[in-house]
């Protein structure tokens, strides 16, 4: 990817440049995919400026007045700002009884994709990896449902979007997103021109020795005072008011073809091995990363770090994971499509007994003795498929065969050699 502006070796190669990179154990170095202080500006902007077209008339204006309140009128609006914004309207959509879930659900991911972002580098944990892939997997299946795709939408869907999106979860692979804020050194410029324009008299000699003492003097004070800024302060009272971190959860039903390669992005949490990060429910997955889980577990998977190894090469160790393993992985997890017929089936809560026990697999094969219609040209029906199940008392271990069906290996990505 080619860069914008001057190209700047890394600062320590500054002392002898013509030494390789393997030479000061940065063989790894590479630019950072996400830059996560313009990244949630921009999209949590964009949001604000689409998502109320979206709503209904009357939600529509109090989604506007309250967004407005919280806010206010600025020349410009900061990063903070923004993540405040979120976060208050997160709460006061939460709160409105008119409000639509799919909205509220989409505030929360906002917010959470915020949250995780900013972590601590010291919180940084297997748990808070799968959360990240989980959470932004939803944000996006939200947005895809509230926005839908059209090409007017290119600029939503943009640079801000995908980096969140794609990006966010596979560099909190190796570091944690907030130790790649240059928000700190972005606020010393501003804090050194303001007191430049107020105290210096804009010689060389003045702007290095008064600026620099008064900046150190302020930074003391802030120090030793526990003088903080306003704005981060509210946005941890906000952060407090969203407490609901529970595990993530899917309803196959619900999900498109891009479930396939979300579990190809997270293989390592469910291999065989693996697991305890994950449990089936009926037609639901759930995924133990909410807050009241172990931030780790002894079955794996590893913690990769930014010193020994880069996001590509992660990529590419799953990928062969991926191959390796893959007819391993439980078949509960293939995506199972909603029941569409005259009667809506698929609108209907789904009863705890007609959930297929454990040892059910991804597809049903009909063997010849059942496939009557198949010389006709006739497909099997959701209705004739209940019958089956009925005529068979249950059960189908009859009808799989030893080798999985062609749609197990389409959801994983490997072809039938």
Request: hydrophobic share 30%.
């Amino acid at each position: 990817m080619d860069l914008a502006g001057l190209c700047r070796i890394p600062a320590v190669c500054f002392l002898n440049p013509s030494l390789s990179l393997e030479r000061i154990n940065l063989k790894h170095y590479e630019i950072s995919l996400i830059e996560p202080l313009h990244d949630i500006k921009g999209h949590i902007k964009n949001m604000w400026e689409l998502l109320p077209k979206h709503l209904s008339k009357d939600m529509e204006i109090f989604f506007q007045n309250e967004l407005i309140s919280i806010l206010g009128e600025k020349d410009t609006y900061r990063g903070s700002d923004y993540r405040l914004s979120a976060l208050f309207m997160c709460w006061v959509m939460e709160n409105h009884s008119s409000c639509p879930r799919e909205i509220k659900e989409l505030l929360y991911t906002l917010t959470e994709i915020s949250r995780l972002a900013y972590l601590p580098a010291q919180k940084r944990s297997p748990r808070f990896i799968l959360r990240a892939y989980n959470i932004t997997y939803k944000h996006t299946l939200l947005c895809k449902q509230i926005f839908g795709s059209r090409p007017s939408l290119n600029k939503f869907y943009g640079t801000y979007y995908h980096s969140l999106s794609v990006h966010l979860p596979e560099v909190f692979r190796i570091i944690a997103p907030s130790s790649l804020f240059s928000e700190s050194e972005e606020r010393l410029f501003s804090q050194i021109r303001g007191i430049l324009k107020a105290t210096s008299d804009r010689k060389k000699e003045s702007i290095r020795d008064v600026g620099l003492i008064r900046y150190q003097s302020e930074k003391i004070f802030q120090k030793i005072y526990g003088c903080r800024d306003t704005t981060d302060s509210r946005v941890q009272v906000y952060q407090q008011l969203i407490d609901k971190h529970e595990n993530s959860t899917f309803h196959l039903g619900e999900t498109d073809d891009s479930w396939s390669e979300h579990l190809n992005r997270i293989v390592d949490y469910i291999l065989p091995q693996n697991d305890p990060w994950w449990v089936k429910k009926c037609n639901m997955i759930e995924f133990f990363d909410g807050d009241d889980q172990p931030e780790e577990r002894s079955e794996g998977p590893r913690m990769f770090d930014f010193k020994s190894t880069s996001v590509a090469e992660v990529q590419h160790q799953l990928k062969e994971t991926l191959k390796r393993n893959w007819q391993y992985i439980s078949k509960d997890l293939a995506s199972e499509p909603l029941i569409d017929d005259e009667e809506n089936d698929d609108e209907r809560p789904v009863l705890e007994e007609e959930c297929l026990d454990d040892e059910t697999v991804l597809e049903l094969q009909i063997p010849d003795e059942l496939d009557d219609n198949a010389d006709s040209g006739k497909k099997l029906t959701p209705n004739s498929e209940r019958q089956t199940r009925s005529a068979t008392n249950g059960d189908l271990s009859h009808l799989f065969k030893s080798k999985p069906g062609k749609s197990l290996y389409k959801v994983f990505g490997v072809t039938d050699e």
